[in-house]
């Protein structure tokens, strides 16, 4: 797994804090210097706290289980979106829905009536209604589209949380430390990185800083998810073969059988 230059973390503005006033003491170890009333993150620091939630988020993949991506911050949406999308992860780009961890069967509930819905519209039941009821449900099924969408294939769970902003998703690090579910998160000078359990000391704001960011924890997660594919495939081989072996050794038991019948019949 090739470790993120620092270089191109200076060159994506990573290392680029909020204003001195704003700082949050506990991220000290992380902050270089000051400069023109902005505290610098130390890149040095960044990259190997980066290379470590990659890792683990690489194994996360590799086992089979899902990484919960959130970020409703503007600059970061889009981006979040499409690297989740990449390695087939849900992800939350909308308003964070409350209990959305920890009240999880509600939302699968609510998830459940959009497949109801879209099921309406296959076996012709929705052509059935009248006009403004049609209309109340396609803005129902929109609705639920927006804010639940990307993760109507979770049906547990996820193993981790990966954040953009801790701040601005204080919710969904709350659920889930409620939980035990490790978070992952790109860490501001002005957040606490002890509310997570693999902070990523960088600059939450810029797109350029997130796109990186993003892009290289997906990777790992891309080669996570190739081990697994690869593991899989090798399981599969040897069930094949292993079931080949005992089609040979069932044949050869009725050779023998039919062979000590004729020797018995003379």
Request: no cysteine; aromatic share 4%.
């Amino acid at each position: 797994m090739a470790k993120v230059n620092v270089k191109d973390l200076l060159n994506a503005g990573v290392h680029f804090g909020h204003l001195t006033r704003k700082w949050n003491p506990h991220m000290a170890p992380y902050i270089f210097m000051e400069k023109n009333g902005i505290h610098i993150i130390d890149l040095h620091k960044t990259a190997v706290k980066l290379d470590e939630a990659s890792n683990a988020l690489g194994k996360i993949a590799t086992s089979g289980r899902k990484i919960l991506f959130v970020a409703t911050k503007k600059q970061a949406k889009d981006i979040v979106a499409k690297h989740a999308e990449s390695v087939n992860m849900p992800y939350i780009t909308e308003r964070w829905p409350g209990g959305m961890l920890t009240n999880f069967v509600t939302i699968r509930k609510a998830v459940k009536k959009m497949n109801s819905i879209d099921r309406m519209k296959k076996d012709g039941t929705f052509e059935t209604l009248s006009k403004k009821e049609r209309l109340q449900v396609d803005r129902q099924r929109a609705k639920l589209e927006k804010n639940l969408g990307s993760i109507a294939d979770m049906t547990r769970l996820p193993s981790a949380i990966f954040v953009v902003d801790i701040l601005r998703e204080h919710i969904a690090v709350t659920e889930a430390k409620k939980l035990g579910i490790p978070v992952f998160a790109i860490v501001d000078t002005n957040s606490d990185p002890q509310l997570v359990d693999f902070p990523i000391p960088g600059n939450d704001d810029a797109s350029k800083s997130i796109d990186l960011i993003l892009e290289t924890v997906t990777n790992s997660i891309k080669e996570g998810l190739s081990v697994r594919k690869a593991e899989k495939a090798e399981k599969s081989k040897s069930k094949e073969e292993a079931n080949d072996d005992d089609i040979l050794l069932g044949e050869e038991n009725e050779v023998i059988v039919e062979e000590n019948a004729e020797g018995n019949e003379e």
